[in-house]
């Protein structure tokens, strides 16, 4: 019988690898280690798992670091795609999320969607978004999607649970 397998009990792996992104310190400690594990000679390759990367991106790790030193391992600001709202944009984005009703700009709602944004972005500043990309940017303004539960003000109560005593009788499970 073997020994039993050391584990982690209070965090998630993702939670772990979070850790590592948290902090410049630690992403740049483990670039510069795996820069020393291929002074070593370690193949590029082989360390691909270990660092959850690729191996081109390790390659590129070692270069930078040759080039420039730590200073090679840092991310480098202006990554990614540019947004496509301006920084007033997005500020007049998050007042009217904020401060405003769909009601007032002459939609028939009471709460903003995700498809009301699109129309009144594309309206107010020509810009379009696909239903996907909006709430990214909900998230990025500091708002999070909210699912509305709809409320019927001229519903009778008394009138649903008969319907739903009613269900049960009929329903093919009952029987």
């Given amino acids: 019988m073997g020994r039993k397998l050391l584990g982690v009990k209070n965090y998630e792996p993702s ?3 979070a850790l590592f992104n948290s902090d410049d310190k630690y992403k740049i ?11 070593l000679g370690q193949p590029s390759r082989k360390l691909e798992d270990l660092y959850n990367t690729s191996f081109k991106q390790i390659t590129n790790w070692v270069h930078r670091f040759e080039s420039e030193g730590l200073e090679g391992l840092r991310d480098k600001p202006g990554r990614g795609r540019k947004s496509k709202l301006s920084p007033a944009q997005r500020e007049t984005l998050q007042q009217l999320l ?5 009601e007032n700009h002459g939609y028939n709602t ?5 498809p009301l944004l699109i ?14 990309q909006i709430y990214n940017i909900i998230k990025e303004i ?5 699912k509305a539960k709809g409320f019927y003000p001229e519903t009778d109560p ?6 739903k005593e009613n269900l049960k009788k009929t329903s093919p499970k009952s029987a």
């Fill in 29 to 39: 400690g483990l670039r510069l280690y795996a820069v020393y594990q291929v002074s």
């Fill in 158 to 163: 008394q009138a649903q649970v008969e319907f």
């Fill in 142 to 146: 500091g708002f999070s999607y909210q």
């Fill in 15 to 17: 939670q772990i690898k």
């Fill in 119 to 132: 129309d009144w972005i594309e309206k107010h500043f020509s810009i379009v978004f696909k239903k996907a």
């Fill in 98 to 102: 904020a401060k405003e009703t769909p």
């Fill in 110 to 114: 009471e709460t903003w969607t995700g």
